[in-house]
């Protein structure tokens, strides 16, 4: 099974930029498609942005299209988040998850979580 730990949240102001990593250990990443996923105080857990296995194919949510842009290297084991213009409403815990099926979804009882970090986005 694959663990995931995911760096670089902090503090921003709004329209500057971070880049998240989500570190793979334990499986060979590049058998698992990996998605992002967000969660703000008191609000359900949302879809950000997923890549495909091989890096080939992508997609993400509505709010951050155009903003964030996701990446992967197979052969660090590393999958990126690069949240450019940020916006006070990008405020939230941040996820990367792991699943061997696509589409990635919240409610998939096969996802592999790790255990997030916050981003702080100040207006």
């Known amino acids: 099974q694959v663990q995931l730990v995911e760096s670089g949240g902090g503090l921003v102001q709004a329209g500057g930029s971070l880049r998240l990593s989500c570190a793979a250990s334990?499986?060979?990443?590049?058998?698992?498609?990996v998605g992002w996923f967000r969660q703000a105080p008191g609000k359900e857990r949302e879809f950000v942005a997923a890549i495909w296995w091989s890096g080939d194919f992508f997609n993400y949510g509505d709010s951050v299209r155009g903003r964030f842009t996701i990446s992967r290297d197979n052969t660090k084991k590393m999958v990126y988040l690069q949240m450019n213009s940020l916006k006070p409403e990008d405020t939230a815990v941040y996820y990367c998850?792991?699943?061997?099926?696509?589409?990635?979804?919240?409610?998939?009882?096969?996802?592999?979580w790790g255990q997030g970090t916050q981003v702080t986005v100040s207006s």
């Open positions: 334990g499986s060979t990443l590049s058998t698992y498609h």
């Open positions: 998850a792991a699943d061997r099926s696509w589409p990635i979804v919240v409610t998939s009882t096969t996802l592999r």
